[in-house]
């Protein structure tokens, strides 16, 4: 693979839409819940990770220089 290739492996299921707090207790289940209780942010599992996706996408090609990294559980 080519060094200027970036790999990116992005927690989007398990990643809040709202306020960007990593749930690393979700598992399988339908319904993101945020492990923030200030947020308490709830969103269909594929509709939050879609908002996310969709918002890390624009931020990347924004940001073409300073790729943001974000660690994949
Ligand atoms: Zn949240």
Redesign the pocket.
Known sequence: MPMDTPVVRYASSKT?S??G?KNEQMAREPVFW?A?EQ?G?RHDRDENAAVNLARWTALVENQEETLPLVAAA
């Open positions: 809040c709202a306020c707090t945020c923030d947020c942010h």
